[in-house]
């Protein structure tokens, strides 16, 4: 079969505007699930600031000027990191509700249903993260 | 000709052969002659056809991969479109004959009982693994594109290699094993309707491929059984007929490493299997068995 041609693309996402619920309930959650675990190890790395801030003057850490609080407020006032936490919390409210499905799968429970489980999730991703776009981009103008 | 509708050119074709043969020269004739005369009718019919589809008579177009490792000029894969007088009930597989036998005799793919039965007629059809000979023309979005399954290496045309479907099919032992025959020599083996109930749609399979086609965890690890077999190890393990033995022996084959545990649930085999197995259902199934048959609290 050495003769035979490799179709490239057309087996592998060339094909995407071909796939289903399923597989792009698949795609979303690997995605998001390796973003939120990025986001652990930022986060991790933001929260050790405090490391050093714990040993700072107690005068300091009144103002509110140690390290750990300039950071979060610096980080804060940045209008991307605003946007970023909207993304973050689109990503993590998809993973959940993807992975609650996932989790009726693996029970068995409604496979039928399991493509308008997956579209419930998209759209409740969406409601939940348009409304919380108030919340999260408030003062950062 | 040309002025009449499709249908009844179809019907008047049989004379039409009757004229040509009687004008075609003597049996010493080269049969070089007799070939590419039978290319230039082609060629004719072709393209009245294609004048037929400019006028709007029912007629479909169809878009056909083509390859032959062994042909030069077809070494590269291209598609070849075909457009076919489109009768009530056309199939894919309807089609692809017609193409074949009045266009391009060289055009090739598998095909048997027409019925859906055989399971020998699993193409991919305007981006779905379906049976050509279930799957109706007047479903389809012109042009009707017809491709080989994917993920399985193309011989020629649509016929693609399928040894490897068939070694994970017999990777699982597909036959029925009891641990024991009951006496009597013609004795039945006879199962509860409750049981067969359960077995029922799993017994469905008709080996066309279509769902080990369809899944990118196939694609992507050569030894993973696949839905198909996975769905064979069901059927017979939650067969109560076979003994105790032999059902731990196919839960172990299942749980191996390129067993259920590579499923991810993304549903494409269940999605695309022209019996309407509900695949991913019965491997979560197995994979719970599974699960309780390593985990022992109770
Ligand atoms: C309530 C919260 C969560 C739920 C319900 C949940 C559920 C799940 C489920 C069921 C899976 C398995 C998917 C499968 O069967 O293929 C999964 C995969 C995954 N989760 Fe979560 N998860 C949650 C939170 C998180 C968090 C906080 C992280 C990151 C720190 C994370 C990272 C991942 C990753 C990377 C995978 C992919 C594993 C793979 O390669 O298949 N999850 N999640
Ligand atoms: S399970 Fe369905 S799709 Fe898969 S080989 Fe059998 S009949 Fe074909
Ligand atoms: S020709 Fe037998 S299944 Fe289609």
């Given at each position: 079969m050495s003769q035979s041609y490799n179709r490239g693309l057309i087996e592998d996402f060339g094909r995407w505007r071909e796939f289903s619920a399923g597989m792009w309930a698949w795609i979303f959650h690997?995605?998001?699930?390796?973003?939120?675990?990025?986001?652990?190890?930022?986060?991790?790395?933001?929260?050790?600031?405090a490391i050093p801030a714990s040993s700072q003057d107690a005068a300091v850490l009144a103002a509110n000027e140690d390290i750990y609080t300039t950071t979060i407020v610096a980080l804060e006032s940045l209008l991307v990191v605003r946007i970023l936490e909207v993304?973050?919390?689109?990503?993590?409210?998809?993973?959940?509700?993807?992975?609650?499905?996932?989790?009726?799968?693996?029970?068995?429970?409604?496979?039928e249903s399991q493509d308008k489980s997956f579209y419930a999730s998209l759209i409740l991703t969406g409601a939940i993260t348009v409304a919380s776009v108030p919340t999260f981009i408030a003062g950062a103008f | 000709m040309s002025t009449q509708p499709p249908q009844q050119e179809h019907e008047e074709s049989p004379a039409d052969s009757v004229d040509e043969t009687e004008s075609t020269p003597p049996a010493q004739q080269r049969r070089e002659d007799a070939k590419a005369d039978k290319r230039g009718r082609d060629a004719q019919r072709q393209a009245e056809d294609d004048a037929a589809a400019k006028r709007d008579e029912p007629t479909r177009h169809i878009k056909v991969f083509r390859y032959d490792p062994e042909i030069e000029g077809k070494q590269e894969p291209r598609f070849d479109d075909f457009h076919v007088p489109f009768t009530k009930g056309m199939t894919v597989l309807d089609a692809l004959i017609y193409a074949r036998d009045e266009y391009d005799p060289s055009l090739t793919f598998r095909h048997s009982c027409r019925q859906a039965v055989c399971g020998s007629?699993?193409?991919?059809?305007?981006?779905?693994?379906?049976?050509?000979?279930?799957?109706?023309?007047?479903?389809?979005?012109?042009?009707?594109?017809?491709?080989?399954?994917p993920h399985q290496e193309v011989v020629k045309d649509l016929v693609v290699d399928m040894d490897h479907f068939y070694e994970e099919m017999e990777a699982v032992d597909?036959?029925?094993?009891?641990?024991?025959?009951?006496?009597?020599?013609?004795?039945?083996?006879?199962?509860?309707?409750?049981?067969?109930e359960k077995i029922k749609m799993s017994t469905r399979c008709i080996w066309c491929g279509a769902c080990f086609s369809s899944c990118n965890i196939a694609a992507g690890d050569n030894q993973y059984l696949g839905p198909a077999a996975l769905n064979k190890a069901y059927r017979f393990a939650?067969?109560?007929?076979?003994?105790?033995a032999k059902t731990q022996d196919r839960l172990e084959t299942i749980e191996q490493e390129h067993g259920v545990w590579r499923c991810q649930t993304q549903f494409s085999c269940t999605n695309v299997c022209p019996k309407d197995i509900p695949l991913t259902e019965h491997i979560q199934e197995l994979k719970?068995?599974?699960?309780?048959?390593n985990l022992k609290f109770w």
């Open positions: 690997k995605f998001t699930g390796w973003v939120l675990v990025g986001y652990l190890f930022t986060h991790i790395a933001v929260l050790s600031t993304g973050l919390l689109a990503v993590a409210v998809f993973h959940i509700l993807n992975g609650l499905r996932l989790l009726f799968v693996d029970l068995g429970i409604g496979l | 007629d699993a193409f991919f059809v305007n981006g779905e693994q379906r049976l050509g000979c279930q799957t109706q023309l007047s479903d389809l979005n012109e042009p009707v594109r017809i491709e080989p399954l597909p036959y029925f094993d009891p641990d024991e025959t009951p006496d009597g020599e013609l004795a039945e083996q006879r199962q509860s309707r409750a049981n067969r939650m067969d109560e007929r076979e003994g105790e719970r068995e599974a699960v309780k048959k």
